[in-house]
């Protein structure tokens, strides 16, 4: 599987941005899209993921309410919308697949694109 994520860019707090990442590959469909983002000098976080065969969803606390994940099965895309960013929020943003639900691990990983949430 190969991930191509984008939409990333700059934007003030308070603001929207809409982030897609592209599948394509011979072991699509998988079983879950999920994002994951990585601020400076922090450790990578889990933000939220989607299970490809029904579109339940879900997210991190800390984007619960403000982010949301969609999936469009004829593109092959997931989209993250972000409303209501904070700074804490800037980030770059990773998407990845998880090919089963057996394995607790995900296995295809995108390029990642960057977030800044200015003040």
């Known amino acids: 599987v190969q991930l191509q994520a984008s939409g990333g860019g700059l934007v003030q707090a308070g603001g929207s941005l809409r982030l897609a990442c592209a599948a394509s590959?011979?072991?699509?469909?998988?079983?879950?899209m999920g994002w994951f983002r990585q601020a400076p000098g922090k450790e990578r976080e889990f933000v939220g993921a989607?299970?490809?065969?029904?579109?339940?969803?879900s997210y991190t606390n800390s984007v619960q309410g403000r982010f949301t994940i969609s999936k469009d099965n004829a593109k092959n895309t997931v989209h993250l919308l972000m409303n209501s960013l904070k700074p804490e929020d800037t980030a770059v943003y990773y998407c990845?697949?998880?090919?089963?639900?057996?394995?607790?691990?995900?296995?295809?990983w995108g390029q990642g694109t960057l977030v800044t949430v200015s003040s």
């Open positions: 989607i299970r490809w065969s029904d579109g339940s969803s």
């Open positions: 590959g011979r072991t699509f469909p998988v079983y879950n």
């Open positions: 990845a697949a998880r090919v089963t639900p057996l394995v607790s691990k995900y296995d295809y």
